[in-house]
T-cell receptor, first 114, second 114 residues
Framework: SAVISQKPSRDICQRGTSLTIQCQVD?????MFWYRQQPGQSLTLIAT?????????ESGFVIDKFPISRPNLTFSTLTVSNMSPEDSSIYLC???????????FGQGTRLTVV | AQTVTQSQPEMSVQEAETVTLSCTYD???????LFWYKQPPSRQMILVIR??????QNATENRFSVNFQKAAKSFSLKISDSQLGDTAMYFC???????????FGTGTRLKVLA
């Protein structure tokens, strides 16, 4: 199992600014995942963060908008850049057990852009 | 491509009653896992139950059980003796062993009524 600490839990930001979300895992993991969950909707994978390499972004998400850092095997950050109201969502970080497939999630960051 | 469909956006059930949440999926893979995750209003996503596709026996975890129909690509969740704490969003998810991608359904919002 894995315990994930994500912060901030929520924030209200002005459009045009940036917010960095932090995710700390209590064990070393190869891959960390960042999801977006728009209000009342399912989870959409933004990108996969591997330690020591560039993040892999899913279709519709670009590095300039969502830069990701992965400095070590227990930590990652996601930055939401140049925010607009359309970026208002819950952002979740996650890790997965490779043998069981079970995913573990942070508490999520509820972002509101005004 | 894999898809996961949850056709019930919202459901309600009386406390102590039984409710079944539906999920269908589509895949050409043979080695996969299916999951039900619960996301309470507090937002932390947690695993409810897991089913390996190669196992014919339906998974059970206390009050939670699944009806896994592999040929029909159906994976429903039954909650027995519903409790107020079961009120949450429930997501059906699909994972191919050896990959890192989850496919989530759109979720079913379950409300347990006192």
């Amino acid at each position: 199992s894995a315990v994930i600490s994500q912060k901030p839990s929520r924030d209200i930001c002005q459009r045009g600014t940036s917010l960095t979300i932090q995710c700390q895992v209590d064990s070393q993991v190869t891959m960390m995942f960042w999801y977006r969950q728009q209000p009342g909707q399912s989870l959409t994978l933004i990108a996969t963060a591997n330690q020591g390499s560039e993040a892999t972004y899913e279709s519709g998400f670009v590095i300039d908008k969502f830069p990701i850092s992965r400095p070590n095997l227990t930590f990652s950050t996601l930055t939401v850049s140049n925010m607009s109201p359309e970026d208002s969502s819950i952002y979740l970080c996650s890790v997965a057990g490779t043998s069981t497939g079970e995913a573990f999630f942070g508490q999520g960051t509820r972002l509101t852009v005004v | 491509a894999q898809t996961v469909t949850q056709s019930q956006p919202e459901m309600s059930v009386q406390e102590a009653e039984t409710v079944t949440l539906s999920c269908t999926y589509d895949t050409s893979e043979s080695n996969y896992y299916l999951f039900w995750y619960k996301q309470p209003p507090s937002r932390q996503m947690i695993l409810v139950i897991r089913q390996e596709a190669y196992k014919q026996q339906n998974a059970t975890e206390n009050r939670f059980s699944v009806n896994f129909q592999k040929a029909a690509k159906s994976f429903s969740l039954k909650i027995s003796d519903s409790q107020l704490g079961d009120t949450a969003m429930y997501f059906c998810a699909f994972w191919v062993r050896g990959t890192y991608k989850y496919i989530f359904g759109t979720g079913t919002r379950l409300k347990v009524l006192a």
